[in-house]
């Protein structure tokens, strides 16, 4: 009897044991080989998890012995149970770990994206540098100034002395008891001026070369009875069917200073000047055929004045208005600065080997625009 009861007893235990080996491993078993690398820790977690179960099933059937036979066929119950928390449990972590790597993927691309973009994209910092840098740390170098100007001139021609009569009223502007306008006789002068600066300081000192032209057109005159002399009493000129024609070429090399620290240290826009030098004007009077005509000694009416001419002027530095677009014209094509100007102008030109004719003018201005690069 005791035998029997012993076999009664041990061969459930057995079978009780065998399946619970065979549920406790039964996941692992049925687990893919193909799973990807980031779940081997997951796999490691259930291994671990099955040979726990079967560590405890081997002791089961120790306790088995001193406990009812009832409660054997609960165990295998019990241990599935287990099996499939634990692995639901490592289920779980492993989703968690594939969901929180394809968001540490996603932040990296994002955060490479990112990085990208600014390297694409200049610092806020260089160009903060770049636009409070002053003008002078980023100038191009400066050593000329170009000036182009006009303003009216009527050179002083009857003011020669020993003169009879006033030949350019006469001829440029109207005839004695004619109505003549105020600024008849007074045309364009238009003037190139390119200035080189020797010195830059406290200001800047260069040396100005110009050319000028002036063109005036008048009607010429003959006696009233051509084959009896000239009398302005019995027989004054009268215009005839003919043109006269007057030009003037002025040369001017000067001495010019400008005021221009306050301007370019502190960006004062308003810049004074004074120039200073020798004129020589050439000069011819054309006929109504645009040949040289002739005085009435036969002599051709051409020759050379020279002279002086003194400016006194102030310019209004144009780059206030617009700093950006003087950047861009300095970085571009090399112009540091423009000025608008306006100039007082003293001409004294009545000094020539032969031929003398007064070509200054008192009191005049010109007024235009200077590029300085």
């Known amino acids: 009897m005791t035998r029997t009861h012993c076999s009664a007893v041990a061969i459930p235990t ?3 044991a065998c399946a619970a080996i065979v549920l406790i491993g039964l996941p692992a078993w049925a687990a893919p080989d193909d799973q990807p690398t980031d779940h081997t820790t997951t796999t490691d977690q259930e291994g671990t998890a099955t040979n726990v179960g079967h560590d405890q099933a081997e002791n089961r059937p120790n306790s088995a012995d001193d406990q009812p036979g009832e409660n054997d066929s609960e165990r295998p119950d019990e241990l599935s149970k287990e099996n499939r928390s634990g692995s639901n449990e490592a289920g779980e972590a492993a989703t968690t770990r594939d969901a929180t790597g394809s968001a ?8 490479g994206s990112r990085q990208n973009t600014d390297e694409s994209e200049p610092l806020p910092a260089e160009s903060l540098v770049a636009d409070f840098r002053t003008r002078k740390d980023i100038e191009s170098p400066r050593h000329w100034m170009f000036e182009l ?4 001139y009527k ?8 003169l009879s009569g006033h030949p ?4 440029f502007e109207c005839l004695p ?7 008849a006789g007074y045309t364009v002068m238009s003037q190139a001026e390119l200035d080189f600066q020797v010195w830059k300081g406290f200001g800047s000192l260069g040396i100005a070369g110009t050319i000028g032209y002036f063109r005036i057109k008048g009607k010429a005159l003959q006696p009233e009875d051509p084959s009896v002399p000239y009398d302005p009493d019995s027989n004054p000129y009268i215009y005839s069917g003919d043109t006269t024609t007057m030009n003037l070429l002025p040369f001017v090399l000067q001495v010019v200073y400008r005021w221009d620290y306050a301007a370019i240290k502190w960006g004062v826009p308003i810049v004074p000047y004074v120039k200073g030098g020798a004129v020589c004007t050439v000069w011819w009077i054309e006929n109504g055929n645009g040949d040289v005509a002739r005085f009435g000694n036969g002599t051709k009416a051409r020759g050379t004045t020279f002279g002086y001419e003194i400016n006194l002027g102030i310019a209004f530095l ?3 208005l617009e700093p950006s677009a003087a950047k861009t014209m300095d970085r571009e094509i090399g112009i540091n600065h423009s000025y608008l100007f306006a100039e007082f102008v003293h001409s004294q030109v009545r000094w020539a080997v032969h031929d003398r004719m007064r070509l200054g003018m008192p009191a005049t201005f010109l007024a ?3 590029l300085e690069f």
């Open 368 to 370: 235009g625009l200077a």
């Open 104 to 111: 540490s993927g996603a932040h990296s691309t994002s955060a």
């Open 168 to 171: 350019y009223r006469d001829v």
């Open 149 to 152: 100007k006009f303003g009216p």
């Open 155 to 162: 050179p002083d021609v009857d003011a020669e002395s020993g």
């Open 14 to 16: 057995l079978l009780t």
């Open 318 to 320: 144009l780059d206030v």
């Open 177 to 183: 008891g004619h109505s003549c306008s105020k600024w």
